[in-house]
């Protein structure tokens, strides 16, 4: 069973930057395509970010030019570098890889934006 656990959550005011992680446990890890999805309170799940095996990226309208997702294959990781943060970014951040059409899930780390 591959196993995600993300870090990096916490309280930032308006403006200010974090940077989330994942670790994964899979050894196969390259072939999977990786993303980030939030949910704010009260709200859906939403997609962040992706980013496909080949490096190709997908972002939310509300994130474009602010939000940057990455991976490193060797070390099986995937972050989400997040500048200029908003009070509407408030959620709990999920990281999600997927392969041959089976998703895994991390637990979420919250992330709180103050104005």
């Known amino acids: 069973q591959v196993q995600l656990v993300e870090s990096g959550g916490g309280l930032v005011q308006a403006g200010g930057s974090l940077r989330l992680s994942c670790a994964a446990s899979?050894?196969?890890?390259?072939?999977?395509?990786v993303g980030w999805y939030r949910q704010p309170p009260g709200n859906q799940r939403e997609l962040v970010a992706e980013?496909?095996?080949?490096?190709?990226?997908d972002y939310a309208d509300s994130v474009k030019g602010r939000f940057t997702i990455s991976r490193d294959n060797a070390k099986k990781m995937v972050y989400l570098q997040m500048n200029s943060l908003k009070p509407e970014d408030t959620a709990v951040y999920y990281c999600k890889i997927r392969f041959l059409g089976a998703n895994y899930w991390g637990q979420g780390t919250q992330v709180t934006v103050s104005s």
């Open positions: 980013m496909a095996t080949g490096g190709s990226t």
């Open positions: 899979t050894n196969i890890f390259s072939q999977y395509a």
